[in-house]
């Protein structure tokens, strides 16, 4: 059975107001990217709603029709047709369905020059970001911030400062570590945690076992069954986040750095022997690699974290591959505080 967001769509948020962002994740092939597409597509043909499809890069824009309505057409809108036509600068596709004008496809990086042009976009309802989580943990530089600016020049007219423009967007669980959960202060979801209100938005942790099963049982799985990536398609965990973290590595610890968040101190210790990054409580405080997460955790002797850009893109890659491990809660929280992306 595919994915059905109507819940999602349908619930308030922290506050109990109706959210601007919804947030959709799961496993892979569950139907996520088909659901939101069907919407914006069923809601153009009723009532003429256009719409945008966020990318991330103008090189993104040379297929991106095919890529949002190919398979979507082919399944649920037999005898409509589809097509694009990319602009000369490469600042947006404009997209049609039955040769009627429907939406726009938009890359987050041309944030700049949508502000400038802000009008070309006007009475757009909606706009769909997929794979807000990138796979391989490359984001456009200020991604969310760029995003925040779109949606703020597109958020205009109507006669009104600001209107309501909801964001859909969804992913395949890859990471937390990703820049629009620590933009929205996500800082943990359990595995149980099925949907999560925050203020402004919901998110949505689905698992599909229909999905899960097929993955499972397909004979390309089961020949790659050790594979860390097979595991992640068939069983709903993080792609590049170990579900064995809070454990001590063997062996003897290399100390790292100190690191300071929100006003307490943590080490990083590094276990060459087995590959391992290792974060706890037990800091030497003569060691002079010293790294503030926050301006408000500034010492003497410390430096901002951008300070360390190789130390923390090193860190990072750790954290992404699985390869670090914590004392406790505590420390694993602070740590992905300090590898986020801002």
């Not at 001590?248 to 610890?253: E, Q, T």
Request: aromatic residues 14%.
């Amino acid at each position: 059975m595919y994915y059905d967001g109507g819940k999602l769509l349908s619930m308030k948020d922290r506050c109990g107001q109706i959210p601007e962002i919804f947030l959709c994740e799961s496993n892979r092939n569950a139907g996520k990217t088909t659901f939101f597409t069907r919407l914006l597509i069923k809601r153009f043909l009723k009532n003429g709603c256009k719409f945008v499809k966020l990318v991330r890069y103008r090189t993104n824009l040379a297929d991106s029709p095919d890529k949002l309505f190919g398979d979507v057409m082919t399944n649920f809108f037999r005898g409509h047709s589809y097509d694009g036509e990319t602009a000369a600068d490469k600042l947006y596709t404009k997209l049609y369905i039955d040769n009627k004008h429907c939406g726009f496809v938009i890359p987050i990086n041309a944030a700049r020059a949508v502000k400038e042009c802000w009008q070309i976009f006007s009475g757009t309802t909606a706009m769909f970001l997929d794979e807000y989580q990138s796979e391989d943990g490359i984001y456009v530089p200020n991604e969310v911030q760029k995003l925040f600016s779109i949606h703020t020049s597109l958020a205009r007219g109507e006669k009104k400062q600001v209107r309501y423009l909801p964001l859909y967007a969804c992913s395949n669980s890859i990471t937390m570590l990703n820049p629009y959960y620590h933009a929205l202060g996500i800082q943990n979801l359990p595995s149980e945690t099925k949907f999560y209100r925050g203020d402004g938005f919901v998110l949505e942790h689905n698992f599909n076992e229909g999905a899960a099963s097929a993955n499972a049982s397909s004979g390309f799985s089961r020949a790659f069954k050790n594979l860390s990536y097979a595991n992640h398609v068939k069983e709903n965990i993080y792609l590049n986040d170990s579900v064995t973290f809070i454990e001590k590595p063997r062996g003897n610890g290399r100390y790292v750095c100190t690191f300071l968040c929100g006003g307490n101190n943590y080490a990083i210790y590094m276990y060459d022997e087995n590959g391992y990054a290792y974060t706890c409580h037990n800091v030497d405080y003569s060691f002079p690699r010293r790294v503030s997460v926050y301006t408000s955790d500034m010492r003497p002797n410390y430096v901002m974290m951008h300070s360390e850009k190789n130390l923390i893109q090193l860190l990072r890659y750790f954290f992404q591959v699985g390869c670090f491990r914590f004392k406790d809660i505590s420390c694993k929280n602070a740590t992905m505080e300090l590898l986020s992306y801002r």
